[in-house]
């Protein structure tokens, strides 16, 4: 069993930046990915960005350019760098990680999530 811990949310104004933290209880150095997802007020839950295979970053549309996903094995911790927010990334940021060694990505622990709110 995985524990993810995110942390770092708040709110900032339109154009300003914060860099989320997820922390795992175990390591994330043989995870198979790891990512970053968020869910709006009554919008679905949807993928933001996630490092697979620890490595190959991959990004939504809409956050490409603005947002950067990396990982810090030594701390067992990965990061979600978002700059240039709009109001419309205002959402509650979900941690994810699959731990299994499948082809397809199935992220099996989800943290609790921090929540972004980007307003003037």
């Known amino acids: 069993q995985v524990q993810l811990v995110e942390s770092g949310g708040g709110m900032v104004q339109p154009g300003g930046s914060l860099r989320l933290s997820c922390t795992a209880s175990?390591?994330?150095?043989?995870?198979?990915?790891m990512g970053w997802y968020r869910q709006a007020p009554g919008k679905q839950r949807e993928l933001v960005a996630q490092?697979?295979?620890?490595?190959?970053?991959q990004y939504a549309d809409s956050v490409k350019g603005r947002f950067t996903i990396s990982a810090d094995n030594a701390k067992n911790t990965v990061y979600l760098q978002m700059n240039s927010l709009k109001p419309e990334d205002t959402a509650v940021y979900y941690c994810?990680?699959?731990?299994?060694?499948?082809?397809?990505?199935?992220?099996?622990?989800w943290g609790k999530g921090t929540l972004v709110t980007v307003s003037s």
């Open positions: 994810a990680a699959d731990p299994t060694t499948a082809v397809v990505v199935h992220m099996d622990y």
């Open positions: 175990g390591s994330i150095f043989s995870m198979n990915a």
């Open positions: 490092l697979v295979h620890m490595k190959i970053t």
